[in-house]
Nanobody, 121 residues
Framework: VQLVESGGGLVQDGGSLRLSCAVS????????MGWLRQAPGKEREFVAA????????YYADSVKGRFLISKDNAQNSLYLQMNSLKPEDTAVYYC???????????????WGRGTQVTVSS
């Protein structure tokens, strides 16, 4: 199983970025897919999730209204559109998958190597 993130980078306060995750190695019909992040000196935290077989979405309160998670089942891809970025969004962002349906991701079964997002003030 491979989850490969891309799209991270350096952006100014208030800017936007779109993260992508290429999914391969198995089918994820009964999985929740999503994004986690980890800032320096902080614990990993949940950002957003979406059911692979449905379109139910979940967001952390800190990103609600600014971030949008989406997927393309035909392309086996997951996306995270991040708008109105803030310096506190600076972190390594990980694509992740958890067995089951619905809900957030706290303990993923699979995750990628991460992509760095840095928001300058």
């Amino acid at each position: 199983v491979q989850l490969v993130e891309s799209g991270g980078g350096l952006v100014q306060d208030g800017g936007s970025l779109r993260l992508s995750c290429a999914v391969s190695g198995r089918t994820f019909g009964s999985y929740v897919m999503g994004w986690l992040r980890q800032a320096p000196g902080k614990e990993r935290e949940f950002v957003a999730a979406i059911g692979w077989s449905d379109y139910s979405t979940y967001y952390a309160d800190s990103v609600k209204g600014r971030f949008l998670i989406s997927k393309d089942n035909a392309q086996n891809s997951l996306y995270l559109q991040m708008n109105s970025l803030k310096p506190e969004d600076t972190a390594v962002y990980y694509c992740a998958a958890r067995r089951g349906t619905g809900g957030t991701i706290v303990a993923p079964d699979y995750w990628g190597r991460g992509t760095q997002v840095t928001v300058s003030s």
